[in-house]
């Protein structure tokens, strides 16, 4: 356990380095503090080794082991209290904060490990009293003995006198008990030798096997155990309480090796995450010269990293901007970082590089530096630069409205923009495109017909009418589409042009093409159009219509006495009369002079016809006054009707036309096949 705690410190200074490393765009200020609060655990973790050392070279006095508690007890508070203070600097390095547990609880397993009733202290200072008993008990054996052996001898003298003296009275019967004599004391002595041997073979051999114990876990042979016996006397206990403490070392000796396999695959991990890494990443002494660099350093400053190493770092700066010291590098934040550097060939880079310095002793430290290759971000960086200004420039001034939308919200428009809808861009963008249209209504259903198209990547083209700030609305043709085709919630791109004079332009050539320009009727095309369409629903409906055909009599003797304009006149409230005179369905057109067609649909009968027909001759054969002069004129007019006096529009029109130049020659007014004149 001791060792491990020892690797566990060892480790959590690798990590601090590591953090320093990982946080190469960041300044931790903190990693100074973490390393001056590891000291300290690491020197008391070391003391505690010692005292575990001293432990083993026991001098069998019983007062080493009371101060050893002393001393013990001591380390283990102060390790508490810097894995305490330890603790309240790391909480947010959760790696850190998991091995100062596992620490903390190895040092708790070491402390009841060492302390306590069972500990390895009091294990050791029972076996030194029990080896003290039995050296006493030995001791006290061998004087016995020894006194035993003066008192048999005094015996053995005293009955020799007495034999003597008997043996002076007789002697053959002196010679037998002597030989008598001398049998039983050697036998006696025998015994007495025979029972201390056992005796002490019983107390030397146990002591000689816990001590041969002792000395082979010294070694580091954790599996020894000592064979105990079910008798309950002071060497079994001995001898179990060592079998506890060898299979504890063998446990921790086991977790020790886990740990260093554990941090020697991080120690790899770390070595390729370095390897694996873009930027270059260095290591520098006090002094700045390279001791460390990873493969991507070497590429990037072009040189094998067995040339790299032992070069200062300046060396691969540009003189324009060229640092001092390290020191600069560390506490400059003019440059951002950013500097112009130098390959070993001599070819220019831009570079940039975070300087942390790491504390590796009580006054030791090494820079540790992270360098990116910035050359391509920095000409990207300008061409991105100024492709959005040309881009600026090309949307400022175009000749088009342009709006960047995205979620029907203005995110950006350009000059134009404002000027067509009088908004400035300040008031709209973030807003919704709700305020140019002219109702909630429009608004809603643009939004959903657009969205058909721009939902499938399709661009859409509609002209709106739309409405400026001041409530003027215009005609504006929109053109859009998403800027991706897979992704149209990422906002989408609209041109507004305003149209509204091209579309009065193009009404007042569409006017021109099928209205008379001076009554503002449909012409000659417009009516045979209107004609053959209501032919084809007369037809498919089974119903009928009717064509009447009128002009003026001897309107030229208008424009030969009173003149064109007062013609012009005529023409146009004739023209005015006729429309008051029949249904808002039906069509009346000017085919040209002073030709006049009618068309009446769904008709019912030939008496209607005929009732129309009167009622335009009566309306038109009223006093017309032009420029205060009264004019009187008769028209005169012909009637065809569908499907009885044809079924196309060319047979039905000539029809009407003959019916109505039957009637001028016959002086009628009315003039057709079938209608009751």
């Known amino acids: 356990m001791l060792f491990s705690s020892v690797a566990a410190t060892n480790w959590i200074y690798a990590s601090l380095v590591f953090c320093s490393v990982r946080s190469v765009y960041e300044t931790d200020d903190n990693l100074v503090s973490l390393l001056n609060l590891a000291h300290p655990l690491k020197s008391h973790i070391n003391e505690l080794r010692l005292l575990n050392y001293k432990l083993f070279l026991r001098t069998g006095d019983i007062s080493d082991f009371s101060q050893s508690k002393k001393q013990f007890n001591r380390v283990f508070a102060q390790i508490e209290q810097d894995i305490d203070a330890f603790s309240s600097q790391t909480f947010e390095l959760m790696y850190v904060s998991e091995t100062l547990q596992a620490i903390e609880r190895q040092v708790e397993a070491l402390r009841v490990l060492m302390g306590g009733e069972t500990g390895l202290v009091a294990i050791e200072e029972e076996s030194t009293a029990t080896q003290s008993a039995l050296a006493r008990e030995q001791s006290i054996s061998i004087k016995l003995m020894s006194s035993l052996t003066t008192q048999l001898n005094q015996l053995i003298k005293h009955i020799n006198l007495q034999n003597y003296a008997e043996i002076s009275d007789d002697v053959t019967s002196a010679n037998y008990s002597w030989w008598q004599i001398i049998v039983v004391s050697v036998f006696i002595m025998s015994a007495v030798m025979i029972f201390a041997y056992i005796l002490f073979n019983r107390i030397n051999q146990p002591l000689v096997l816990i001590k041969d114990s002792i000395r082979s876990l010294s070694e580091g042979r954790f599996e020894t155990r000592i064979s105990v016996t079910s008798t309950q006397n002071e060497v079994s206990m001995l001898a179990r309480d060592f079998n506890h403490f060898a299979e504890v070392t063998q ?204 939902s499938v990547g399709e661009s859409y083209e509609a002209q709106l009418e739309l409405v400026r700030k001041n409530g003027d609305r215009f005609w504006c043709a929109m053109a859009g589409k998403s800027i991706e085709a897979d992704a149209p919630q990422n906002g989408s791109i609209w041109l507004f042009e305003d149209v509204t004079t091209q579309r009065q332009n193009e009404e007042r050539l569409t006017n021109l093409a ?164």
């Not at 005179?581 to 008709?603: C, K, M, P, S």
């Not at 004129?633 to 044809?646: K, N, Q």
Request: charged share 25%; aromatic share 8%.
């Open 251 to 454: 446990n921790l000796i086991a977790d020790y090796s886990k740990a260093k396999v554990t941090m020697q695959h991080k120690k790899q991990q770390l070595r390729a995450v370095l390897n694996s890494v873009p930027e270059a990443i260095l290591s520098l002494n006090e002094e700045g010269y390279i001791i460390d660099i990873n493969p991507a350093g070497a590429s990037m400053f072009g040189g094998a990293i067995q040339d790299l190493l032992g070069q200062h770092l300046l060396q691969f700066f540009a003189e324009a901007n060229k640092p001092e010291s390290i020191d600069d590098l560390e506490l400059d934040d003019e440059s951002s970082g950013e500097y112009e550097g130098l390959r070993m060939d001599g070819t220019a880079f831009s570079l940039w590089i975070s300087v942390s310095r790491i504390i590796s002793g009580s006054d030791d430290f090494v820079w540790v530096c992270v360098i990116a290759d910035i050359t391509k971000w920095k000409k990207t960086n300008q061409q991105l630069h100024q492709m959005t200004s040309e881009l600026n420039t090309i949307l400022e001034n175009a000749m088009v409205g342009i709006a960047f939308i995205r979620d029907r919200r203005v995110i950006r428009v350009n000059q134009k923009f404002e000027e067509l809808f009088q908004y400035s861009r300040e008031e709209i963008e973030g807003q919704k495109t709700r305020f140019i249209y002219p109702s909630q209504i429009a608004y809603e259903q643009f939004g959903e017909h657009v969205s058909q198209y721009l």
């Open 514 to 677: 099928s209205i008379d320009s001076l009554t503002g009727l449909p012409n000659r095309n417009v009516f045979n159009d209107r004609l053959e369409h209501a032919i084809h629903k007369a037809h498919r409906d089974s119903g009928r219509l009717a064509v009447c055909f009128l002009d003026l009599d001897h309107f030229k003797h208008i424009n030969d006495s009173l003149g064109h304009k007062a013609g012009d006149s005529l023409l146009k409230e004739v023209a005015k009369r006729i429309k008051e005179t029949i249904r808002e369905g039906d069509t009346v057109a000017r085919l040209g002079g002073d030709e006049f067609t009618v068309i009446l649909e769904n008709i019912r009968s030939a008496q209607y016809v005929g009732k129309v027909a009167e009622k335009i001759i009566h309306a038109m054969s009223q006093p017309y006054f032009i420029d205060g002069v009264e004019i009187n004129i008769s028209p005169s007019i012909g009637v065809s009707l569908y499907p009885a006096d044809g079924r196309d529009v060319d047979m039905l029109i000539r029809n009407a036309d003959a019916a109505m130049y039957h009637a001028k020659k016959r002086g009628e007014i009315i003039s057709s096949s079938i209608l009751p004149i």
